[in-house]
């Protein structure tokens, strides 16, 4: 899931080289914790937060399939 969210963050920033995703496991809770350089927050968490929540949607798909819960955290 670590490599989704990071392949999906490069395509839509400016700056791919400074995206960088830290995953933190607890049980089956998976925090994703995803950085990316000051100038392309705006184009991750896109117009009203549409394109996080549509990150955030497939993750929780492709989490659903392992029996774990995930939180994805911009950051």
């Known amino acids: 899931?670590?490599?989704i969210v990071e392949v999906i963050a490069k395509s839509l920033v400016d700056r791919p080289d400074d995206v960088t995703v830290e995953e933190i496991a607890d049980g089956d809770q998976i925090t994703l914790k995803l950085h990316v350089a000051a100038d392309d927050m705006g184009k991750v968490i896109g117009r009203q937060g549409r394109i996080a929540k549509a990150m955030r949607t497939v993750v929780k798909a492709a989490a659903t399939r392992e029996s774990k819960k995930?939180?994805?955290?911009?950051?």
Do not use: D
């Not at 995930?70 to 950051?75: D, K, S």
């Open 1 to 3: 899931m670590k490599e």
């Open 70 to 75: 995930v939180t994805v955290e911009i950051i």
